[in-house]
Each structure stands twice: as structure tokens, then as C-alpha cells.
């Protein structure tokens, strides 16, 4: 059983800095897609950034390259979000994903496996 548990959220001021970090537990290594997407009440999750386990081949999307970095430790079995230069956009709650390596690493239905949430909020 695969079980991804976010943690980090927090309120943060227009400009600053916040890691999200996500605890993996349960067979979901090797060549498995490890994501980030994020998601504002009233409008459908988006993908943020992802990262490819065993090589660590990262990807991003437009509105967050350049100040988010997708990061994982084997030995924590972790897998972090930093967030740079964080603006008022950037609020919502970020969710950690889980899955097979897939092309298609920007669409939810590529990862079988989620985390709870964890709230970001930015004051502008």
C-alpha cells in the first residue's frame, strides 16, 4: 500500500519562500513519476511539477519554472516542492502524487496515488 503525506504548508508574504515536503511510504520507487499539482476552490487541480525517481529528470509547468525546484531524497524517501518568489497566484492547496512513469506526466490521471493536501497561502 502506497500512502504520500504532505506537509509544510503555511502563510507566507508575496516574495518569500516555502519547501513542501512528502513523505512516501510503500512500493513506489524506480521508475515511478513523483508530482506536485495544485488546486483553488471552485477550479480543477493543475500540475505544477514532477520528477522521475530513479534519474531525477525534472519538469515544470510555465507559471512556476524558474522559482519552484522539484527535489527527492532516496535515503528520507521524501520528495520536495520549493517555492521561490512566491505570489498571491501561487495560493492553494498543493497535493502530492504518485505513479507509473507515464508521458503524460502533466495529467492527474497519470498518478494513481495522492496525498491529503497541504495548504499554501500567500499574502500580497
Given amino acids: 500500500q502506497v500512502q504520500l503525506v504532505e506537509s509544510g504548508g503555511a502563510l507566507v508574504q508575496a516574495g518569500g519562500s516555502l519547501r513542501l515536503s512528502c513523505a512516501v511510504s510503500g512500493s513506489?520507487?524506480?521508475?515511478?513519476?513523483?508530482?506536485?499539482?495544485?488546486?483553488?476552490?471552485?477550479?480543477?487541480?493543475?500540475?505544477?511539477a514532477t520528477i522521475v525517481w530513479s534519474s531525477a529528470y525534472?519538469?515544470?509547468?510555465?507559471?512556476?519554472?524558474?522559482?519552484?525546484?522539484i527535489s527527492?531524497?532516496?535515503?528520507?524517501?521524501?520528495?520536495?516542492?520549493?517555492?521561490?518568489?512566491l505570489k498571491p497566484e501561487d495560493a492553494a492547496v498543493y497535493y502530492c502524487a504518485g505513479g507509473v512513469y507515464s508521458?503524460?506526466?502533466?495529467?492527474?490521471?497519470?498518478?494513481?496515488?495522492?496525498?491529503?493536501?497541504?495548504?499554501?497561502?500567500?499574502?500580497?
Fill in 28 to 48: 513506489l520507487f524506480g521508475n515511478s513519476l513523483m508530482g506536485w499539482f495544485r488546486q483553488v476552490p471552485g477550479k480543477e487541480r493543475k500540475f505544477v
Fill in 58 to 69: 525534472t519538469f515544470y509547468s510555465d507559471s512556476v519554472k524558474g522559482r519552484f525546484t
Fill in 72 to 85: 527527492r531524497d532516496n535515503a528520507k524517501n521524501t520528495v520536495y516542492l520549493q517555492m521561490n518568489s
Fill in 103 to 124: 508521458r503524460m506526466f502533466a495529467q492527474e490521471r497519470s498518478y494513481e496515488y495522492w496525498g491529503q493536501g497541504t495548504q499554501v497561502t500567500v499574502s500580497s
